[in-house]
Nanobody, 118 residues
């Protein structure tokens, strides 16, 4: 069982930056692929980024590529999402998730709200 707790959301002006954190419980954090997802108001949840267990491989949605960076610190059981050059369309509830295989994500956090004002 893995429990995930996100933090770092808030209100920021367009062009600003935020860093989200996701702290995970458990002793095998490095075994999990970690993902970030978001759900804009009135829309479906969408993929943002993911990172392999070792941190050596990452992937991003086209909408955030070049602006967002996912990283992890396995010693701290934490994954991060550095968000730069934020746009109003980045406004959403952001979730982190964990999976131990190539299939669907098994564990989800409660999320943290990011609001970008124009």
């Amino acid at each position: 069982q893995v429990q995930l707790v996100e933090s770092g959301g808030g209100l920021v002006q367009a062009g600003g930056s935020l860093r989200l954190s996701c702290a995970a419980s458990g002793r095998t954090f490095s075994n999990y692929i970690m993902g970030w997802f978001r759900q804009p108001p009135g829309k479906e949840r969408e993929f943002v980024a993911h990172i392999s267990g070792s941190g050596g491989s990452t992937s991003y949605a086209d909408s955030v590529k070049g602006r967002f960076t996912v990283s992890r610190d396995n010693a701290k059981n934490t994954v991060y999402l550095q968000m730069n050059s934020l746009k109003p369309e980045d406004t959403a509830h952001y979730y982190c998730a964990a999976k131990a295989s190539i299939y669907g994500y098994d564990y989800w956090g409660q999320g943290t709200q990011v609001t970008v004002s124009s």
